[in-house]
Each structure stands twice: as structure tokens, then as C-alpha cells.
């Protein structure tokens, strides 16, 4: 089949869309699955018998699975639907949690993260799939605003809950916490949620099949622009992510509440302006918006670069940082919006693009800034230099378009 160069696009079914807080639950479970569990890491090596590095391996193991998880699923839930990954996808989250609190020692506890993370991207891929079967247009773009301000919430609230559950139990009890919500998820999806993709839709289900969905939107000039804005604004938001925290408590000597006052600050300011994107997403069009958020994303970039070159101080990097999260608040939801209605034709393969790739390859942030020595000056530079790139992509390709238009 030759590959299609031109937007496609199909209009939504008259479906019911999921329930809107479960949906965002199962789509956002990986700040859960892995956030949660970070403050337990000495315990985890120490009970295991094992090295710090080996634990970590966990956390690695689990953000690997995650995005090659929505590379594999997306195409498959285009040629079967929807539902059926989202029942396999909690159902086996919830086993491989079991998996991880039962764990023996780290090999078995790796292992079982890997299925946890090929788990979860399952159940996020076909969710943001089934928002493009259901809506279009401006609500399209309002409802990802609401995936993505309930999904802000995650990283606050996870550290919190983790540390919460170490007060009462040891690290193995967080895994049966993750165990009940895969459970609850699984339970969601079987009462309340209906298939959205129908039988006339579904295309044929195999590797050739899957890689010819895969090769007809990446011919797509804008669909590709949008995955490479996706991934080098996310190396610069996973710089901040892998990186602050050495900052803030090695660089700067704040107290681990006091770091995670910055980071929950921060999260704060996504949720509020992903709220604003709701708001305004009628009145401006996705592109503008994401064009937007990218540029206040670089300003915040660059005035953290800019603290740490004059040696301004904790404060200002800490002021020039909420500037980026809350950039990502227009940044994220107008993402996932544009990248689904160019590649509407395929919806779960395009979540699978747009997720896998960017959260794959957008992972390269995190040994990057470190490589560079973990400094305000490291973080700040590949921010910058990584956001302002894509500002530039996502210039370049809408004036093309509207050239070619």
C-alpha cells in the first residue's frame, strides 16, 4: 500500500465517551507507578539485598516498557479495538503489581516492572485513542485539557502518597496499593466502559498490518513535525524532571521538604494553566496555543540558564522553572490534540507515536543534564537549547502548511 503524504481525518462516531475520571486515571497511571515508589528506593536495595543502581534499574525498566509498550499497542488497538486492551492492559497491571510486592529479590522485581510498564502504556494508549473515536474539534482539544490537568496532579500527589504509606508499611505495601487501583481500573473498564472504535473502522491485525499504519502517518510532513516538536520540548521538560532535585538540595542546600515544596509549586502552576487551556482552546486554535506554551516554555528555559550564569539564586531559577510547567499546562494537552487529528485515520497508532516516541526518546533528558555535572547551568542549557529547537520546528512546519494550503 502506498503511504498517504496528505492529512486524513474521520469523523467521530457517536459514541459515548468513558467516564472522564477513570479514563484520566488509567491514561495518567505512570507518574502512580512510578513517582510513588521513588522515596522507597534505600528501603527497596536494603531489604533486597542489592545496590542502590540495581534498584533503579526498576525505575528504568518500567519508563523502557512504558514507551515501547505504546509503540506496540496503539497500531494493535487500530485493528482490534479498544476495549480489549484496556481490560488486558489493567488486568495484567494489577498481576505485575502483585508481582512487585511479592518480589523475592531485584531480577524478579524488574521483571515484574517491566510488565507493569507494558501494562500501563496498554490501558494510555487506547484511552487517548478512544477520546479521538468519540469527539472532534474543540471538545477534542477540552478534554485532553482535562486529561492533562487531572494527570498534573499525579506528581504531586504520588510522592505524598508514597511517603504516606511508608509511615504504615514497608515499600511492598505501595505495590498492593498499585495492585487495588489496576483492580479498580479493570473494574471501571468492565462496567463502564463501551468500545468506540466499530467493527467497519478496525484494519487487519499483524506486524505488516501495524507497520503500515505506522509508515502511512509518519508520510505525513505536519504529523511528523508535531511527534519532533513532542520529542525535543519533552528531553528539555525531562531535564528539569531528572535533574532539579540535585539542584535544588546539592547545588542550592534546600531540605527534602523544601524540594518538595519547589516541585509541588511547580506542578501546581501545570494544573492551573492546563485549566486556562480549557477555557481559551475555542477562542484560539490548538496550534497557536501549542505555539504558545513551546515559546513561554523557552523563556522560562532561558531564564533559568540566565540565573544560573549571573549566579541570581535559588528563588530565580525556582521563579523561571514554574514559568516551564506551567508552559507544558498549554504545551501537553495541544500536543495530543493536533498530532490526533492529523493522524485521525489511525488514532491508536498516532497515540502511539505521540506517546512512545516522545516519552521514549524524550527520556534522553534524563542522563543528559546529569552528564553535563547536574547543575543549574546543565539543566538550564539543555532546556533552552532543546525547547528553542522546538519552537523552531513548530514555526517552520505551520507556515509550510499554511504555504501549502
Keep these: 500500500m502506498t503511504p498517504v503524504t496528505t492529512e486524513r481525518t474521520r469523523t467521530p462516531r457517536t459514541t459515548t465517551l468513558p467516564p472522564i475520571l477513570p479514563l484520566a486515571l488509567i491514561v495518567g497511571v505512570s507518574p502512580f507507578a512510578t513517582d510513588m515508589y521513588i522515596p522507597a528506593l534505600p528501603a527497596i536495595a536494603h531489604d533486597l539485598g542489592t545496590s542502590p543502581g540495581a534498584v533503579q534499574l526498576s525505575l528504568t525498566a518500567f519508563l523502557v516498557a512504558f514507551a515501547v509498550g ?151 510532513p505536519r504529523f511528523r513535525a508535531y511527534v519532533l516538536t513532542g520529542v525535543l520540548s519533552t528531553i528539555g521538560f525531562f531535564a528539569y524532571i531528572a535533574t532539579s532535585s540535585f539542584v535544588f538540595q546539592t547545588e542550592f542546600g534546600f531540605s527534602e521538604g523544601l524540594y518538595t515544596l519547589v516541585f509541588a509549586t511547580n506542578a501546581s502552576m501545570m494544573i492551573i494553566t492546563t485549566l486556562v487551556f480549557r477555557r481559551v482552546v475555542g477562542r484560539f486554535s490548538e496550534d497557536a496555543l501549542l505555539s504558545f506554551g513551546l515559546a513561554l516554555g523557552t523563556l522560562g528555559a532561558v531564564g533559568v540558564l540566565t540565573s544560573a550564569l549571573l549566579g541570581l539564586g535559588a528563588v530565580a531559577v525556582w521563579v523561571s522553572l514554574a514559568v516551564v510547567t506551567a508552559a507544558w499546562g498549554f504545551v501537553l494537552p495541544a500536543a495530543m490534540t493536533r498530532t490526533q487529528h492529523v493522524g485521525a485515520v489511525h488514532p491508536g497508532t498516532a497515540a502511539a507515536l505521540q506517546g512512545g516516541l516522545t516519552f521514549g526518546l524524550g527520556g534522553l533528558g534524563t542522563p543528559l543534564a546529569g552528564a553535563l555535572g547536574g547543575t543549574a547551568l546543565a539543566m538550564g542549557s539543555v532546556m533552552a537549547v532543546l525547547m528553542a529547537a522546538a519552537v523552531v520546528v513548530q514555526v517552520v512546519a505551520t507556515r509550510r502548511g499554511r504555504n501549502a494550503s
Excluded: Y
Excluded at 166 to 179: E, K
Design 70 to 220: 505504546q509503540l506496540l499497542a496503539g497500531p494493535v488497538s487500530d485493528g482490534i479495538g479498544r476495549r480489549p486492551l484496556m481490560l488486558v492492559g489493567t488486568a495484567v497491571f494489577a498481576l505485575a503489581s502483585i508481582g512487585c510486592a511479592l518480589a523475592p529479590d531485584v531480577l524478579v522485581l524488574v521483571v515484574a516492572r517491566v510488565l507493569q510498564g507494558l501494562a500501563g502504556a496498554a490501558g494510555a494508549v487506547a484511552g487517548r485513542a478512544m477520546v479521538s473515536d468519540v469527539v472532534g474539534g474543540p471538545r477534542m482539544a477540552k478534554v485532553f485539557g482535562t486529561l492533562a490537568a487531572i494527570n498534573a496532579i499525579g506528581p504531586v500527589v504520588a510522592p505524598l502518597a508514597g511517603g504516606a504509606v511508608l509511615t504504615v508499611g514497608t515499600w511492598r505495601l505501595m505495590f498492593v496499593v498499585l495492585a487495588v487501583l489496576g483492580a479498580v481500573f479493570f473494574g471501571a473498564v468492565v462496567v463502564r466502559f463501551h468500545e468506540t472504535l466499530p467493527h467497519a473502522s478496525r484494519g487487519g491485525v499483524g506486524f505488516g498490518a501495524n507497520w503500515a499504519r505506522i509508515r502511512e502517518l509518519m508520510a505525513i
